[in-house]
């Protein structure tokens, strides 16, 4: 009789201790996924701003072509450029601070942008070439990527923080370092509304 219940404890035990690691595994594991999916997230972001860095030299050529007096302007966008493309980001270890660099590097590129575009306007010429219209067309689609790419990587680290801090998964996600991962915040001033002025 005391055989009997020994071998029901014992089996019991096994059972438990089976289950306690099938779930530790399965948790475990679906973290690891969380987390590769935040870093695919990350690299599709670095894709678009490459490709909008790689438009860059193509719109200054065309520009310089026509706009010889604007040295200045041209200057800044190559200088951002080069300061954005600078900035590496680990994927695998994404912290506020990173990313805070990484979107000032690139604020700091649109605005040069946006400078060289708003010369272009004194230009007709440079309007009506073709070349210019097709980068500047380029630079508006990947720039919609952007925003698109940004927003899949903020959904994809909100999932994933979300599953870390929840019980009983936070336990594990503690005691094998799945720390939470930070989101792009928006523009300073992205709340206010552009002033526009038909004078």
């Not at 935040?38 to 490709?51: G, I, K, L, S």
């Not at 708003?118 to 070439?129: F, G, M, R």
Request: aromatic fraction near 10%; proline fraction near 3%; glycine fraction near 6%.
């Amino acid at each position: 009789m005391m055989k009997k219940g020994c071998l029901i404890a014992i089996a019991v035990v096994v059972l438990l201790g089976f289950a306690l690691f099938g779930w530790v595994k399965g948790t475990y594991n679906s973290m690891v996924k969380s987390q590769e999916g935040v870093e695919a997230a990350w690299a599709q972001v670095e894709n678009v701003y490459q490709r909008r860095a790689d438009l860059i030299p193509n719109l200054v050529e065309t520009v310089k072509g026509y706009a010889k007096h604007e040295q200045e302007t041209l200057e800044g966008v190559i200088n951002a450029r080069a300061k954005a493309t600078s900035v590496q980001v680990d994927a695998s270890n994404l912290d506020e601070a990173q990313i805070k660099k990484f979107q000032e590097a690139q604020g700091e590129l649109t605005q040069a942008l946006s400078r060289l575009i708003a010369v272009s306007e004194n230009y007709p010429d440079l309007k009506a070439n073709q070349n210019f219209l097709e980068l500047q067309s380029q630079l508006e689609g990947t720039e919609n990527r952007i925003t698109v790419e940004r927003q899949k990587f903020n959904d994809t680290a909100r999932a994933y923080n979300t599953e870390i801090r929840t019980f009983p998964t936070n336990i594990l996600a503690g005691i094998f370092n799945f720390d939470r991962k930070p989101y792009f915040e928006a523009e300073a001033g992205a709340d206010k509304a552009p002033k526009v002025s038909f004078d």
